[in-house]
């Protein structure tokens, strides 16, 4: 029985039924603990207590191990997977090494605990109905983000709007299409109920708005897009444009440091957060996640033998201040060139002498900067030098720049490996509502309103203006690779950009091939040059195709559900039992 915890959604399926006994003694539920659905959700009490797991949830995506962010970055633009670099090896029973089916499943856990307030919150008497409202409200939050994430990365899926109290295993694909209008009117009704004023890590109107821009885009919805996001704009929020916080008096750093030091996510004077999760390590054991891992998902492994020096070797050492510094890097995220250098390019500046304080040398490690550190090593001191790598290939992993005002989370705790700490981080903040109303701009066609937003987020990193006839939507992703990195779901946006594409028929992108020839694929092979060089480790080509757009629906989930079908992504294999998908939820 070990196993149930550790695949929730198949528990919602119902497919381990199978496995035990039938008999309705043995169905019958038998609580360990007297908290129970049926005497916990009996008062106002209980339902605020589940409010606290859905907020803890939040944080799944950015800590702990290989989280699903750096996934989302590691299946970009902005980066590769080093060691899962053949999306062939990823099919709906067999994901290596990254979440890529297990995210799935979780995903409907949490919105499982969403469904449960949703089911239960009038089967008690509400002494204060706006109280009740705030919380039903923050449930749709919930579970609006879940599937908001869920048909950006798997496509049309179940969507399930009610708590699973029995044996069901006759679950049917939802479109994308289907869901996104249901995500509108629960976000509406959130936006409508959750309060202005919150606390840190609380989710508020803004939270609600914030997010439904987002839906409204991805239905094609630009009006209400441009609308919801302006009631944000003209909230609460300022960008931060002046110095603040922890370094707050030192000359070296800016405000682009400050912005991303952890510390500052939540200060009162951060007038630019929406949303963030709390992470602390001051917190019991129970109420923190086991760190950010930002150092060590994102950054080379450059304290590893294979950089050696001029003697052929081990230059470097996993100890000292560099070590502290940079972490004990990975490379799970083995970020491209083009992030690394060339979006940086605009008019006569480039990544060496670019005003843009998001790629400003105090800012960033580059790998001119990285030095032996090994005490034995006669160029001890020096910069690393590749040329002494046993291999050219070496430097995939061991050496590339590194966007260390992002990366670096210390560790709180002195005697554990540097691989980014504990630390609250940032889910909505302001800068990413001013791209979104761009790019709604920009679908309207209103270019000149796009670069106005676009450019009162490139004023504050201290970048150039761009000007209308600049804006397109490569333009915009980029801008938001400059702005977010490491911070928003990558692949979900570029797929949500990918529809986009296909609804409107741009550069001879349609819904009807969207598995055949899409954006997310076409702007992957330009900025992501590992495809093309066929980067070969751990026994894998780098190698992807237009249908790993979407990702596989775990074929467990499929094959439990006996007595309907749930559908499998086009290039997947079951792909071929596919039915049409529900268009409307009732």
């Not at 049917?172 to 890590?201: C, F, V, W």
């Not at 990193?461 to 490569?474: G, K, T």
Request: aromatic content about 14%; hydrophobic content about 35%; charged content about 25%.
């Amino acid at each position: 029985m070990k196993n149930i915890k550790s695949y929730p959604f198949l528990i919602a399926f119902g497919a381990f039924l199978f496995l035990y006994s039938c008999s309705e003694d043995w169905l019958k539920p038998k609580p360990k603990s007297f908290f129970t659905p049926e005497n916990v959700y009996i008062e106002p009490e209980g339902f605020e207590s589940i409010i606290i797991t859905l907020r803890k949830n939040l944080k799944e995506e950015h800590s702990g191990g290989l989280h699903w962010i750096a996934q989302e970055f590691a299946a970009s633009d902005l980066g590769s997977p080093w060691s899962q670099l053949d999306f062939y090896n990823l099919t709906p029973s067999s994901s290596r090494y990254y979440p890529f089916l297990s995210m799935f499943t979780e995903m409907y856990e949490f919105i499982k605990n969403a469904n449960v307030i949703i089911s239960r919150i009038d089967n008690i008497e509400w002494e204060d109905q706006s109280k009740r409202n705030r919380i039903l409200g923050e449930a749709l939050f919930h579970r609006a983000y879940w599937y908001y994430r869920l048909v950006h990365s798997y496509g049309d899926v179940p969507f399930i709007d009610t708590e699973i109290e029995e044996v069901k295993l006759d679950f049917q694909t939802h479109s994308r299409t289907a869901i996104l209008n249901k995500l509108q009117k629960d976000l509406e009704y959130a936006a409508q109920n959750l309060p202005e004023s919150i606390g840190p890590g609380e989710i508020s109107k803004y939270a609600a708005l914030h997010l439904l821009t987002k839906v409204y885009l991805a239905d094609q919805e630009y009006d209400k897009a441009i609308s919801a996001s302006t009631e944000v704009i003209d909230g609460p929020f300022e960008l931060m444009k002046e110095r603040f916080g922890q370094d707050v008096d030192d000359p070296n750093r800016n405000v682009i440091w400050d912005l991303h030091r952890p510390k500052n996510f939540n200060l009162p004077n951060n007038t630019e957060t929406i949303l963030t999760f709390i992470d602390r390590y001051e917190a019991p054991p129970g109420a923190r996640s086991g760190g950010l891992f930002t150092m060590r998902l994102y950054n080379p492994q450059w304290m590893q033998a294979q950089v050696k020096d001029s003697e052929g070797k081990p230059g470097m050492v996993a100890d000292g201040p560099q070590y502290d510094s940079l972490g004990r890097g990975n490379a799970n995220v083995r970020l491209t060139a083009s992030y690394q250098y060339h979006i940086w390019n605009y008019k006569d500046q480039n990544w060496r002498n670019t005003s843009d304080l998001r790629r400003a040398d105090i800012n960033w490690v580059d790998i001119d900067e990285l030095r032996y550190n090994n005490p034995e090593s006669v160029d001890y001191g020096k910069v690393v030098n590749s040329d002494y790598f046993a291999q050219q290939l070496d430097t995939f992993k061991h050496l590339y720049a590194i966007p260390h005002y992002i990366m670096y989370v210390p560790m709180d705790d002195a005697n554990a490996r540097p691989v980014g700490g504990n630390g609250d981080w940032y889910l909505f903040r302001l800068a990413g509502t001013h791209l979104l109303r761009a790019e709604a701009y920009f679908w309207k066609g209103q270019l000149a309103e796009a670069a106005t937003d676009l450019n009162v987020v490139r004023s504050r990193a201290n970048a150039l203006p761009v000007s209308a006839d600049e804006v397109d939507i490569d333009f915009i992703m980029d801008e938001r690779a400059r702005e977010l990195f490491a911070e928003e779901p990558r692949h979900s946006e570029l797929v949500r950009v990918s529809y986009l594409m296909a609804a409107e028929g741009k550069a001879g992108y349609s819904l009807s091939s969207f598995s055949e020839n899409n954006y997310y694929f076409d702007r992957v092979m330009r900025y992501n040059k590992t495809y093309e060089q066929k980067i070969e480790l751990l026994g894998n080509t780098a190698a992807m195709a237009p249908f790993h757009v979407l990702w596989p629906i775990p074929d467990r989930i499929i094959t439990a559900n006996t007595l309907a079908t749930i559908n499998q992504n086009k290039g997947y294999d079951g792909a071929e039992k596919n039915v049409p998908p529900l268009e409307t939820i009732e």
